[in-house]
């Protein structure tokens, strides 16, 4: 598959209450379209504790599960709409559980 990343960001992040800290990454490639990856979209986007190397929240569409969202241990389908709503839906809810953005 040839991708091109076409967005990343990695940063670091306290929780204004509990002052942990968690780590968010975000990778967006250009991918060909396929049966996959039908908008040529490929993502990853992720908050995991520093600590203890838990995953928060993620936000993927990796083959064959497609677009869905991870909250701690549980997932849910996610409905793609463009990768700038994506991203701010992933800060949203970053904010939303008390991470300092």
């Given at each position: 598959?040839?991708?091109?990343?076409?967005f990343?960001?990695?940063?670091?992040?306290?929780?204004?209450?509990?002052?942990?800290?968690?780590?968010?990454?975000?990778?967006?490639?250009?991918v060909?379209?396929?049966?996959?990856?039908?908008?040529?979209?490929?993502?990853?986007?992720?908050?995991?504790?520093?600590?203890?190397?838990?995953?928060?929240?993620?936000?993927?569409?990796?083959?064959p599960?497609?677009?869905?969202?991870?909250?701690?241990?549980?997932?849910?389908?996610?409905?793609?709409?463009?990768?700038?709503?994506?991203?701010?839906?992933?800060?949203l809810?970053?904010?939303?559980?008390?991470?300092?953005?």
């Amino acid at each position: 598959m040839n991708a091109s990343l076409l967005f990343y960001s990695k940063i670091t992040l306290v929780h204004k209450r509990t002052d942990s800290v968690a780590i968010a990454e975000l990778k967006v490639w250009l991918v060909p379209k396929s049966m996959y990856f039908p908008e040529g979209i490929k993502y990853s986007l992720f908050l995991v504790n520093y600590s203890t190397g838990e995953v928060l929240m993620g936000y993927d569409n990796h083959k064959p599960k497609g677009h869905h969202i991870h909250i701690g241990d549980s997932e849910r389908a996610y409905v793609f709409v463009n990768v700038d709503a994506l991203i701010a839906e992933f800060w949203l809810n970053v904010e939303c559980m008390g991470y300092l953005v």
